[in-house]
Nanobody, 117 residues
Framework: QVQVVESGGGLVRPGESLRLSCATS????????ARWYRQAPGKGREIVAS????????TYARSVQGRFTISRDNANNMMFLQMNNLKPEDAAVYFCNVGIIGARVYWGQGTQVTVSS
């Protein structure tokens, strides 16, 4: 049984930081690329960052470039998103996505990030 569980969301003020975690089980995590997506109210789901199987290659949405860092710990089947200098427009539900697009991917239930003064 595959499980993908996000955690670490919360309410922060603009300029503050959060670190999101994604814990996986039931998949061979170290062999799969992974991504963080987000969805704000009334908007579509957008990709925030991606990371390849061994963590050597990462990509970011332009809106978060330089502020967010994606990483993974294959020994513990986890992925992270360090979010610095948060802005109100970063507020959204953040989702962990693991797998090969076009083949099979697994989603978590999401974790809420609220950025407000």
């Amino acid at each position: 049984q595959v499980q993908v569980v996000e955690s670490g969301g919360g309410l922060v003020r603009p300029g503050e930081s959060l670190r999101l975690s994604c814990a996986t089980s039931g998949v061979t995590f170290s062999t799969l690329p992974a991504r963080w997506y987000r969805q704000a109210p009334g908007k579509g789901r957008e990709i925030v960052a991606s990371i390849n199987e061994n963590g050597a290659d990462t990509t970011y949405a332009r809106s978060v470039q330089g502020r967010f860092t994606i990483s993974r710990d294959n020994a513990n089947n986890m992925m992270f998103l360090q979010m610095n200098n948060l802005k109100p427009e970063d507020a959204a539900v953040y989702f962990c996505n693991v797998g090969i697009i076009g083949a099979r991917v697994y989603w978590g239930q999401g974790t809420q990030v609220t950025v407000s003064s």
